[in-house]
């Protein structure tokens, strides 16, 4: 299914009618699909699109989940591969501020002196 995100929430096309497109809000939940507002409304279920959606931004979350640890495990593998320690002005140029101000808040890296170092 084709899902974009809008300002509102979701919109997601229709599966039999190409061209239609259905809005939906999964935290409600609520789809204006007809399966929606004659069925799952009145038993306080949920239809195909609401779920699809769903599957969509939990797919989305994992894949910036993993980018982010990937960034974060390379940071982690250059110190290491430095002997546990790399300067801090060196760090932030190869990876950026932003990167390494994440590992200092989160606990994992240290600096001291213009040294960082793993926290174990």
């Known amino acids: 299914m084709n899902i974009k995100k809008t300002k509102e929430g979701y919109k997601i096309e229709s599966s039999s009618r190409k ?20 069925r799952e409304l009145k038993k306080h279920g949920v239809c195909k699109h609401i779920k699809a959606v769903r599957e969509y ?3 989305t979350q994992q894949k910036t989940l993993t980018k982010e640890q990937k960034k974060a495990d390379d940071v982690l593998a250059f110190i290491e591969s430095n002997g546990g320690e790399a300067d801090a002005i060196e760090l932030i140029e190869k990876f950026g501020e932003e990167r390494v101000d994440k590992l200092i808040h989160s606990g994992e890296i240290i600096e001291r002196a213009g040294k960082i170092k793993i926290l174990k």
Do not use: L
């Open 19 to 38: 061209g239609n497109w259905y809005e939906v809000d999964p935290e409600k939940p609520w789809c204006d699909c007809p399966a929606y507002k004659f």
């Open 57 to 59: 931004i939990e797919k």
